[in-house]
T-cell receptor
Framework: DQQVKQNSPSLSVQEGRISILNCDYT??????FLWYKKYPAEGPTFLIS?????DKNEDGRFTVFLNKSAKHLSLHIVPSQPGDSAVYFC?????????????FGTGTRLQVTL | DAGVIQSPRHEVTEMGQEVTLRCKPI?????LFWYRQTMMRGLELLIY????????DSGMPEDRFSAKMPNASFSTLKIQPSEPRDSAVYFC?????????????FGAGSRLTVL
């Protein structure tokens, strides 16, 4: 049972436009959410995170939005750049009081075209 | 800091052979995770350790898989015997767990091909 879902396996966006990557989760115990970026032949690298007490977190061109009632989060990249082309994984964890595991989605491959 | 170091980067083996993947976490990190990446399931957690103690191995597919962490600076993931369906990229990650945060740092991965 996939508790974290990324329903779009791929996304193509023109350089300079906004990229919106979506993620849905089913476990209401999740309270911390992260996005990781992965280039080919490399491990995933941390990009941005958000706690369930917030609904928005911004870091430069990257903003993550959290809608707890809908169990949905999204990553916005504005403006998109060719170097943003990568696979993006959404991840979630529950119970901030323990060293609990991260549950990842299946990833969305973003292609930023010139 | 050299980051999380995994070896080998690539492994090609025949069905039935034993495979051992190795991981050196970041010095000072107290949690270590083994993930497997496949197209169908994305990044799946296999097992994680906290302070060298296995905490959750519910993701280990079956008894053919085993993992150890004999000390804070080394972990192994072993598959014996290996099968073609084990072909995947295996990632090791480590973190310094603090309350409310759990940012993992991943290694570059070990790509396993079982023929």
């Amino acid at each position: 049972d996939q508790q974290v879902k990324q329903n779009s396996p791929s996304l193509s966006v023109q350089e300079g436009r906004i990229s919106i990557l979506n993620c849905d989760y089913t476990n209401s115990m999740f309270d911390y959410f992260l996005w990781y970026k992965k280039y080919p032949a490399e491990g995933p690298t941390f990009l941005i995170s958000i706690s369930s007490i917030k609904d928005k977190n911004e870091d430069g061109r990257f903003t993550v939005f959290l809608n707890k009632s809908a169990k949905h989060l999204s990553l916005h990249i504005v403006p998109s750049q060719p170097g943003d082309s990568a696979v993006y994984f959404c991840a979630a964890k529950g119970s901030a009081g323990t060293a609990s595991k991260l549950t990842f989605g299946t990833g969305t491959r973003l292609q930023v075209t010139l | 800091d050299a980051g999380v170091i995994q070896s080998p980067r690539h492994e090609v083996t025949e069905m039935g052979q034993e495979v051992t993947l190795r991981c050196k976490p970041i010095s000072g990190h107290n949690s270590l995770f083994w993930y497997r990446q496949t197209m169908m399931r994305g990044l799946e957690l296999l097992i994680y350790f906290n302070n060298n103690v296995p905490i959750d191995d519910s993701g280990m597919p079956e008894d053919r898989f085993s993992a150890k962490m004999p000390n804070a600076s080394f972990s192994t993931l072993k598959i014996q015997p290996s099968e073609p369906r084990d072909s995947a990229v295996y990632f090791c990650a480590s973190s310094l767990w603090v309350y409310g945060a759990n940012v993992l740092t991943f290694g570059a991965g070990s790509r396993l091909t079982v023929l």
